[in-house]
């Protein structure tokens, strides 16, 4: 079963930090473009992030860039994505995807491997 799991959200203070992981079980990411998507309660899921499969490309929803940084370690199958700067705005249930393709995963949100499940929660609050 092709499977992605969510892991290090949690409550922080404004200006301060987190690092969520995205880690593959039952397939190797190395092919797959992952994006990172977030729901906040009563809005619907918005694309944060994205990146391709070699890690050459990448981009950013506007109200990210510069805060944000996505990075992948193919090697440990696991995806990041670093948050600094965190605004209470940021606050949602975060989730990875993936898609061989990262138009479909990053411009049509279609990923085929991604459940919108459990997700990992951020909330920044002071």
Sequence with gaps: QLQLVESGGGLVQPGGSLRLSCVASGFTLDSYAIGWFRQAPGKEREGVSCISSSGGRTNYADSVKGRFTISRDNA???????????????????????????????????????????????????
Excluded: I
């Design 76 to 126: 440990k199958n696991t995806v990041y994505l670093q948050m600094n700067s965190l605004k209470p705005e940021d606050t949602g249930n975060y989730y990875c995807a993936a898609d061989p393709s990262l138009f479909r995963l990053c411009v049509l949100s279609l990923p085929s491997v991604g459940s919108w499940g459990q997700g990992t929660q951020v909330t920044v609050s002071s």
